[in-house]
T-cell receptor, first 114, second 115 residues
Framework: AQSVTQPDIHITVSEGASLELRCNYS??????LFWYVQSPGQGLQLLLK??????LVQGIKGFEAEFKRSQSSFNLRKPSVHWSDAAEYFC????????????FGTGTLLAVQP | NAGVTQTPKFQVLKTGQSMTLQCAQD?????MYWYRQDPGMGLRLIYY???????DKGEVPNGYNVSRLNKREFSLRLESAAPSQTSVYFC??????????????FGPGTRLLVL
């Protein structure tokens, strides 16, 4: 079945440490790929997106993500986490480029320790 | 620009009551969406509208109706609320941005509790 998997439900990192959040998808063709962040009690904010071309994409707030076709992955990274990054992160996939049919992962909740 | 706005922010209903969730966008987007968010399940699409006057079912449309009132506004109606509809509801709209592809932008959400 087609799906988007975020294998880590909850991650805790220390402030200043590096971060990698995993996202895998199972669709035949290369989809469009997105990462959103949701702060407590807030809506979803777009961090970055991949449509085609350079497989390393830069987003807001110092985040980046790398598309790896061979691994069907689109992992989100940040070299140094700040306390304000504590939030829930969602990977989303538009299969076949159908952006009206976004499929969301179940989210990864990030906690940041002082 | 306010982006995507939703009203109300919070609502408590009794089983069987009806209500309408309102959504408006000021980005001149053609497409609008309603999602629900439940713990451990991510966001699931309820309905979407590709343009004014058109609506289509998403993954979980049962128990809901929608109206695309005009290009700016897209409402979600619960005719007879059930406890299973307790959730956080997000409206989104999409338009072509950087990269030449459509991207969805979300409102702040409506938290609904059905007793």
């Amino acid at each position: 079945a087609q799906s988007v998997t975020q294998p880590d439900i909850h991650i805790t990192v220390s402030e200043g440490a590096s971060l990698e959040l995993r996202c895998n998808y199972s669709y035949g063709a290369t989809p469009y790929l997105f990462w959103y962040v949701q702060s407590p009690g807030q809506g979803l904010q777009l961090l970055l997106k991949y449509f085609s071309g350079d497989t390393l994409v830069q987003g807001i707030k110092g985040f980046e993500a790398e598309f790896k076709r061979s691994q069907s992955s689109f992992n989100l990274r940040k070299p140094s986490v700040h306390w304000s990054d504590a939030a829930e992160y969602f990977c989303a996939v538009a299969p076949g480029g159908a952006t009206n049919k976004l499929i969301f992962g179940t989210g990864t909740l990030l906690a940041v320790q002082p | 620009n306010a982006g995507v706005t939703q009203t109300p922010k919070f609502q408590v209903l009794k089983t069987g009551q009806s209500m309408t969730l309102q959504c408006a966008q000021d980005m001149n987007h053609n497409s609008m969406y309603w999602y629900r968010q439940d713990p451990g399940m991510g966001l699931r699409l309820i309905y979407y509208s590709a343009s004014e006057g058109t609506t289509d079912k998403g993954e979980v449309p049962n128990g809901y109706n929608v109206s695309r009132l005009n290009k700016r506004e897209f409402s979600l109606r619960l005719e007879s609320a059930a406890p299973s509809q307790t959730s956080v509801y997000f409206c989104a709209s999409s338009g072509v941005g950087t990269g030449g592809r459509e991207t969805q932008y979300f409102g702040p959400g409506t938290r609904l509790l059905v007793l």
